[in-house]
């Protein structure tokens, strides 16, 4: 780590032509991947990336600076780059001043995966394969990947602050493929958390997790195309969450808000979703994925209610954005890495479990679609438009869960989806992914309850 007396060299040059405010951040991490593919491990790869990135504020205009030379010397001549960017804002005098803050640590660690051997980290792959190519002799291949991250960073800025933080994350990665001779179907799961390789004593099952993705692949291989129109959707928990990250989530971050990028700019205290949806961004969840115990600025994380009772209470603010915007940092600095600058970005975001019933959402619906799984997609968060693929669809018929359909999208704009959401279930899941914004790609968690749209344009054939 950097000490203390050479953090205050650091911000003092960074300063030195002037600006409001200087940060580092370093970075010392482990990173650990290995693969298993067509039932033999083809790799298993350590890195272990280490670096610190120097941002100074000029006014409102941020500067950043990265290297990977974390000598004195080295963190002395980034910071000079820095300082030589800095064009509006008066040299300030004085000296800096550091002290260390601690902060408690709400997601202990059992054990590294580095710690564990090799043969019993092959052993939690070859135990997806397995499962997965048990289910059905049309499964052809299956891919299966365990990735470990253990992230020490250290933040230290030019108010005094001092702090850092351990992050260790585990996942586990599953693809199945399904062939009938002439078309391929694709199924995944890739459950993770922050944790250590306790991970799979005490929330994967690894045979769980190929069995999933491979029912996924079968199902879809003889399943016909899915019609397109306008229709009911019901969407699943777990990873269904996806389109309220990606239709509405997004529009929330200050990152959109503070350039007036957002539908949702200038709305705070007015309703913008249906009085049953209530959502939230929450980093302090004890060993979550998107969890952290401070965010890449060293603001700790917090619980932020974004939407109650359909009614807009908060954005998702970091420092930056935050002075533009005339709010308080919300814990939502984050970053990839110290090779990118922070800025707000979504941790563990989910709507929150509702009253009502999920066989009755279905029974109630008449002819739409139930939406099992998400998969990929994109969004505007300027205007909200959006579209999804649906990984695993089937057709509702008269209220009743029929067929299984393929090639379906959901298509609309985040504030018309979050004004027609007419039933929230009772049980909220999530799914884990890496989230891609201006700061790098970023661990998130998406989550709700089984939802219902009560009109919702579906792509297909």
Known sequence: MITQATCSLVLARALSRGGTFAEIFYEDSRHFSMTLRSGRIENAATSRPRGAGIRVYDKLRSIYVYTCDVSQAGLLRAAERAAAAVTDSPAAAGDIVLTLQEHPNIHPVERLTLDVP?????????AADSAARAVDSRITQVT??????????LIANSEGLYTGDTRVYTRLLCSAVASDGTENQTGTDNPGALMGFELFETRVDPEAVGRKAAQTAVTMLTAPYCRAGEMPVVIAGGFGGVIFHEACGH?????????????FCGKLGQAIAAPCVTAIDDGTMPGEWGSENIDDEGTPTTR?????????????????????????????????????APTS????????PGNDDEQEMIRTMGDGLYAAQMGGGSVNPATGEFNFAVQEGYLVQDGKITTPVRGASLIGKGAQILMRIDRVGKTMTMGQGMCGSLSGSVPTNVGQPTIRVSLLTVGGK
């Open 144 to 153: 299966a990947g365990l990735l470990s991250r253990e992230q020490h960073v």
């Open 251 to 263: 529009s929330l971050e200050a990152t959109s808000v503070a350039p007036g990028m957002s539908e």
């Open 345 to 352: 970005r979504m941790r563990n975001t989910f709507i929150a």
């Open 118 to 126: 090799a043969g019993r980290r092959a052993q939690v792959l070859r």
């Open 304 to 340: 932020l209610v974004l939407i109650e009772n359909g009614v807009l209470k908060n954005y998702m603010v970091d420092r930056l954005n935050g002075l533009k915007m005339g709010m308080a940092p919300t814990g939502n600095a984050r970053r990839e890495s110290y090779a990118y």
